[in-house]
């Protein structure tokens, strides 16, 4: 049994703005929820053969979710008052199976087939001109998962090879995804369900012992996640300011491929100082700024860029000290930025790079 309140609180303050609300207060917002769920869950496990194992596990749960978002545009009164919306779900069921099987003591394969459940909410858009707020604009609905995934980890070569790979998909449904209101200028953000979406990607780690003191990592990960459905999604119950989601539209905000290659070696004096250095390289592939709606839309795409970590260090009976710089050679990739909304446009751009060349010191002593 869980029962949670929450209550989610932003103010924007700029002492020299005037409005109808408290001095320098601009504008506020509360998303506040309260949330009662009645679960039953558990998993069996059983080995038909010495080297398979099947699992299975359910989750059984009853849920009401109350939802209250409040607005309060206090310096251009544009917006204001509290919008309630609730959910309510009986005997939602969400299963588990996993079957692994050992090839030796050290390697083994496995596959699983599992369920997601995620919360849905309320949104805070208004009736302008007499135009009141679609139903599925109002409130948006739990989303689901339906995840797939086949894999491999273990110890290969006389255990100088350890190897972790994977490829999954994860089929969504209801997914719940970004959308706004525009009211004169003044953005009101929510959350909606979109068309059915596919994400489907590929990890690979491994770390091999060359000799007894040098040591190569890897790995390298893809995703790629696409509408897979067309859905379009009116704002107003009249069937007006409508966005459609078209198939093969790309969600974006991770980057499609990432590799990171290492080199680390590892050795100790006559003294019985020990001694290691490593040097590792990351390359972040292109991202989408942002979801297209649509295969043929086009989206701000940030650079690809390789950043280099290096770190050398020491260590003794009880210490260790290490000295280590990330971002080596002090690349300026942009990672992010803010500025895509009405009032971002008036307050400017914001870039936001990733860290510049660090340098730092690690010291540790075991006391025993």
């Not at 029962?3 to 609300?21: A, H, I, M, V």
């Not at 079957?99 to 995620?118: C, E, H, N, V």
């Not at 909410?121 to 998962?145: C, H, I, M, Q, W």
């Not at 979109?194 to 007894?212: C, D, H, M, Q, Y």
Request: aromatic content about 14%; some cysteine; overall charge positive.
């Amino acid at each position: 049994y869980a029962s949670q309140k929450k209550s989610l609180k932003y103010t924007e303050n700029l002492p020299t703005l005037p409005g109808s609300g408290p001095a320098g207060v601009g504008y506020f917002e509360d998303q506040s929820s309260k949330y009662k769920e009645n679960a039953l869950f558990g998993e069996i496990a059983i080995k038909p053969a010495p080297a398979l194992t099947l699992t299975a596990g359910a989750r059984i749960f009853s849920y009401r979710d109350s939802t209250v978002t409040e607005v309060v545009d206090y310096a251009f009164d544009l917006v204001s008052g509290a919008v309630p919306a609730g959910d309510k779900g009986s005997a939602k069921s969400y299963f588990k199976f996993n079957a692994s099987y050992q090839f030796t003591p050290d390697l083994l394969a496995y596959y699983t087939i599992s369920q997601g459940f995620r919360r849905g909410g309320a949104n805070g858009f208004r009736t302008v001109a007499g135009l009141e707020p679609s139903a599925e604009a109002l409130a948006y609905k739990p989303d689901t998962t339906d995840n797939f995934e086949l894999g491999v980890k273990g110890f290969l070569f006389d255990k100088r090879l350890y190897l972790q790979a994977s490829v999954y998909q994860i089929d969504w449904q209801n997914t719940q995804t970004y959308f706004s209101q525009d009211i004169s200028g003044f953005p009101v953000w929510g959350t909606i369900n979109g068309p059915a979406a596919v994400s489907k990607g590929l990890e690979i780690e491994s770390r091999f012992n060359v000799t007894p003191g040098w040591q190569l990592q890897h790995s390298t990960t893809y995703n790629r996640a696409r509408w897979d459905a067309t859905k379009e999604i009116c704002l107003f119950a009249n069937g007006t300011a409508c966005r459609t989601f078209e198939r093969g539209g790309e969600l974006g905000g991770v980057p499609r491929i990432k590799h990171m290659l290492g080199v680390r070696w590892d050795g100790t004096l006559a003294s019985g100082l020990g001694l290691n250095a490593s040097l590792r390289a990351r390359y972040t592939g292109k991202k989408l700024s942002d979801r297209s709606d649509g295969p043929d839309e086009t989206v701000f795409t940030f650079d690809s860029y390789t950043l280099f970590n290096a770190s050398v260090g020491v260590s003794a009976d009880k210490w260790d000290a290490n000295l280590w710089v990330e971002n080596l050679t002090d690349k300026r990739a942009l990672a992010s930025f803010q500025g895509t909304s009405a009032v971002a446009e008036r307050t400017g751009l914001r870039a936001i790079y990733v860290t510049p060349r660090t340098v730092g010191v690690n010291v540790s002593y075991k006391f025993r």
